[in-house]
């Protein structure tokens, strides 16, 4: 979704107001939880909707 928009993960986490390594933490699974405001947040910067960007995994 990133690319889509053309919006760097530096750029994101301006926009958003977390840190990188709480983003790249995110971007990259490792994250076992995200706070219903985070998500809303980086949702609105990108202008999708939660699936978008969100994968459920067993």
Do not use: H, W
């Amino acid at each position: 979704m990133m690319a889509k928009r053309k919006i760097s993960l530096n750029e994101l986490s301006e926009k958003v107001g977390l840190t990188l390594s709480n983003l790249s933490i995110l971007k990259t699974g490792k994250a076992k939880a995200i706070r219903f405001s985070t998500l809303e947040a980086i949702c609105k910067v990108l202008e999708c909707q939660p699936a978008d960007i969100l994968e459920y995994k067993e």
